[in-house]
């Protein structure tokens, strides 16, 4: 579930607090412009799915990552695995619910 979705400034700190932050916010998945790779491993490392390279307003890449359509976007690591076609079935699922209220919701 999407509860946010915002530009966020480099607040300064160091990767292990940066990281910290980030886990006590709650954030599940994280899309950036650039990271150090250090860093997104250590995010990767505290169950924080890590998408790198992309660009465009916070809207424009949400769309994006909700219709599976991102280019040029690097998956430095991805939290879900999928076992089985029943679970992925699931994820695109829930993908499309996402969408569908994101778009009701901003029409």
């Known amino acids: 579930m999407i509860d946010d979705c915002s530009n966020l400034p480099n607040p300064g700190l160091s990767a292990e607090d940066t990281a910290q932050m980030f886990i006590d916010l709650g954030v ?15 995010l990767c490392h505290a ?29 430095l690591c991805h939290t879900l695995a999928f076992n089985n ?16 209220n994101f778009f009701t919701a901003n029409a």
Request: hydrophobic content about 40%; overall charge negative; glycine content about 10%.
């Open 47 to 75: 169950g924080i799915e890590v998408v790198a390279g992309v660009e465009g307003s916070a809207r424009e890449v949400l769309e994006a990552y909700i219709n599976h359509t991102l280019i040029g976007a690097d998956e």
């Open 85 to 100: 076609d029943e679970e992925e079935a699931e994820v695109d699922d829930t993908f499309a619910k996402l969408e569908a």
């Open 28 to 42: 599940s998945t994280i899309i950036t412009g650039g990271i150090d790779y250090d860093f997104a491993n250590m």
